[in-house]
């Protein structure tokens, strides 16, 4: 049974920085594309990165490109995303994702979520 679990969410202030982590039991994350989503209250899940199984490329959505960094951790089997200079409107459950075959910023794509990690920016 393949679970994914993340961590690091909590409450920062605006400007500042999380550390996001994704782990998997069940499964190898190393060899599956791994997704970062959000979802704020009363609004659509949204699609923030992803990385590639094949060649390791990330993708990033605009709305985070430039302050959101994913990577991966190839020992640990965790796939990470650093928030920075967070503001209130990056208040969202945020949920990791992974499939064997699809990838993309569409929530449907992806078999395996996880319960998400709220972040909440606030002073």
Known sequence: QVQLVES????????????????ASGVTLRYLRVGWFRQAPGKEREGLAYIRDSDEKIFYADSVKGRFILSRDSVKDTVTLQLNSLKPEDTAVYYCAASPWNEGFTPGVYEHWGQGTQVTVSA
């Open 8 to 23: 690091g969410g909590g409450l920062v202030q605006p400007g500042g920085s999380l550390r996001l982590s994704c782990a």
